[in-house]
């Protein structure tokens, strides 16, 4: 009987997927989930080494105006849009090749927090391909987070990160 890679084992890694990605020979935006935060990070693959050349978490929100009381927001669908957002921005202005976006072992559920980072990525300007027909991202009162209890000054903190 075969036993199964480790990470394979532990859902870290779905090795088929990852061929794919690597043959592809573009770079990539990762996106992850933790318990307090999301982060992104834009990763280059030579020789099936991933390199990361960027990367940032949404703790980094705080430093352009997210509130201290909201900080238990910071892997919200507000903060994963502006993250993307952030990210994208930097991308940018780096001049860095259009990325690919790979989610991972995160499920791939419209209207979610992932969608909501690839609408960041879009509106900072990077071109990613997406059906238009299907309603995949999630409304804009859930982006700038008037279904948070603790309100955040969204359009201040966007217009920081778009300066």
């Known amino acids: 009987m075969k036993v199964q890679?480790?990470?394979r084992r532990e859902a870290?890694?779905?090795y088929s997927k990852r061929i794919k990605l690597l043959k592809g020979n573009s770079p990539r935006?990762?996106?992850r989930k933790t318990n307090k935060y999301v982060i992104a990070q834009y990763v280059t693959s030579k020789h099936a080494q991933d390199k990361i050349e960027m990367g940032i978490n949404s703790k980094i929100l705080l430093k352009y105006g997210w509130p201290k009381q909201a900080e238990g927001g910071l892997k919200s669908i507000p903060a994963s849009y502006l993250t993307g957002l952030l990210i994208g921005k930097k991308i940018i202005e780096k001049k860095l090749e259009t990325p690919i976006i790979d989610f991972g072992m995160i499920r791939n559920l419209h209207k979610t927090k992932i969608y909501a980072f690839m609408k960041g990525l879009i509106d900072a300007g990077i071109k990613i391909k997406?059906?238009?027909k299907k309603d995949i991202f999630p409304s804009n009162e859930r982006i700038k987070g008037?279904?948070?209890?603790n309100k955040i000054p969204f359009e201040q903190i966007k217009s920081k990160i778009e300066e």
């Not at 008037?146 to 209890?149: F, M, T, V």
Request: aromatic share 12%; net charge positive.
């Open 146 to 149: 008037e279904h948070l209890r």
């Open 5 to 7: 890679k480790r990470r």
């Open 12 to 14: 870290k890694t779905n």
């Open 130 to 132: 997406f059906d238009e």
């Open 29 to 31: 935006v990762v996106f």
